[in-house]
């Protein structure tokens, strides 16, 4: 399911004479700004897990992201050195922030470990989960047909009681884009994270348990 909605912020300003208030600050327009984007989210479609009493602790870093990923635009890869951004489209947040929270809760739902995100530093843990995102990019074909999402996405799982690391894949999907608009481009990445999700989830079931 694609979650999406419509922000658009006005700033308006009084303008007595020829002298404009302070308060209205430097960047002031008038009139309409155009349509607003669409924003997206990515949203986790799996169960969600309770707290699981016996099961490893497990931190999960914040992603590192490609050049030119961390952001709330939507990447267009146009080759292999050159990218923009889609129009009129945006994330509803950093990308790192949404493929964290997806990972946390498609990992927590498919093993028996308990995972922290983001305010979990303090917390005694057995391993440190880190990702990388390599790719998250839409990839317009010669044809329309041949439009695609790009996601591959790399793991790291270190125990931290000796530093050890346990395990370091990488995951990759293409799904091809039904039609060159935001919604349609935001479904495909929805279909690859959860196609990565499943396989990702299999790996970490069977290594988390080194954490314990």
């Known amino acids: 399911m694609i979650r999406y909605y419509t922000e658009k912020l006005k700033f308006p300003c009084v303008l007595a004479g020829s002298f404009l208030l302070a308060s209205c600050g430097p960047l002031i327009s008038f009139g309409d700004d155009g349509p607003a ?12 897990k ?32 050159r990218r923009t951004t889609l129009a009129g489209s945006s994330w509803s947040a950093h990308l790192s922030d949404l493929v964290r ?33 390599w790719a998250m990019d839409y990839v317009p074909g010669a044809t329309p047909g041949e439009d695609r999402v790009e996601l591959a996405i790399q793991f790291s799982l270190v125990r931290l009681s000796d530093s050890k690391l346990l395990s370091h894949p990488t995951f990759s999907e293409t799904v091809h884009v039904q039609a060159a608009n935001g919604h349609s481009i935001v479904a495909a990445f929805e279909t690859a994270m959860g196609s990565a999700a499943q396989k990702y989830g299999r790996w970490f079931n069977a290594e988390s348990a080194a954490c314990g």
């Not at 984007?37 to 969600?48: A, F, I, N, Q, R």
């Not at 308990?114 to 880190?130: H, M, S, T, W, Y």
Request: with cysteine.
């Open 37 to 48: 984007d669409d924003v997206y989210t990515l949203h986790y479609e799996g169960p969600l």
């Open 50 to 81: 309770s707290e699981s009493p016996t099961g490893p602790i497990i931190y999960v870093d914040s992603p590192q992201m490609v050049e030119g990923l961390d952001g709330q635009s939507i990447t267009v890869r146009i080759d292999q050195n």
């Open 101 to 133: 929270d997806y990972v946390t809760l498609a990992l927590g739902a498919t093993s028996g470990a308990n995972l922290v995100g983001g305010g979990g530093l303090d917390i005694k843990a057995g391993c440190r989960l880190g990702t990388k995102v």
